[in-house]
């Protein structure tokens, strides 16, 4: 079965960078796209941006295209997530999903990591 | 960018209920629009994509319609499992969320 399972909460100071990653299983990781998605706390969903796997591609969010870098490791099926620049307002769980397959430009997310928070607190 | 907009932001309704709940889009989207259940503490659980198709394994009190700019979800028969929050989403141009209705409890 499909998993995708996230790397272990974070606590960061303002400024710092933080790392998450996503290993999948269950299926080819070079296949889909991985997506990530912040949500602060008692807030909605925001996409972030999406890593293809197969070419090492990316597209990012405008509001997030300064500060985050997304990459994949196909050797041992992980995708990555690197924020920036913390903030107070970064605090947020932040979940990696699985999109739709290479050939398909915009698709659903059908699969979701058990999200990941971080904390950025002085 | 697209917005999304979702109407009510919190539903009372009661264990058998038929509850509707609506999301706008600030342009036609056609119908490449998804519907979302997350409750506490969980990750999101595609429910519904391409605004009326079922997921597989979703239960089938669940349905959506709409194309363009309107669409909406309707869960037929509330069960105790689906006191939770529904998230809209369209991906015709990147990915954009609503900003999500609860349902809770009467």
């Known amino acids: 079965q499909v998993q995708l399972v996230q790397s272990g909460a974070e606590v960061k100071k303002p400024g710092a960078s933080v790392t998450v990653s996503c290993k999948a299983s269950?299926?080819?990781?070079?296949?889909?796209?991985v997506h990530w998605v912040r949500q602060a706390p008692g807030q909605g969903l925001e996409w972030m941006g999406w890593?293809?796997?197969?070419?090492?591609?990316?597209k990012y969010a405008q509001k997030f295209r300064d500060r985050v870098t997304l990459t994949g490791d196909t050797s041992i099926g992980t995708a990555y997530m690197d924020l920036s620049g913390l903030r107070s307002d970064d605090t947020a769980v932040f979940y990696c999903?699985?999109?739709?397959?290479?050939?398909?430009?915009?698709?659903?997310?059908?699969?979701w990591g058990q999200g990941t928070l971080v904390t950025v607190s002085s | 960018d697209i917005q999304m907009t979702q109407s009510p932001s919190t539903l009372s309704a009661s264990v058998g209920d038929r509850v509707t709940i609506t999301c706008r889009a600030s342009q036609s989207i056609s119908d490449w629009l998804a519907w979302y259940q997350q409750k506490p503490g969980k990750a999101p659980n595609l429910l519904i994509y391409k605004a009326s198709s079922l997921q597989r394994g979703v239960p089938s009190r669940f349905s959506g319609s709409g194309s363009g700019t309107d669409f909406t979800l309707t869960i037929s028969n509330l069960q105790p499992d689906d006191f939770a929050t529904y998230y809209c989403?369209?991906?015709?141009?990147?990915?954009?969320f609503g900003q999500g209705t609860k349902v809770e409890i009467k």
């Open positions: 999903a699985r999109g739709g397959p290479l050939s398909i430009d915009y698709d659903v997310f059908d699969y």
């Open positions: 269950g299926y080819t990781f070079t296949d889909h796209y």
């Open positions: 890593v293809n796997p197969y070419s090492g591609g990316t």
């Open positions: 989403q369209q991906y015709n141009t990147f990915w954009t």
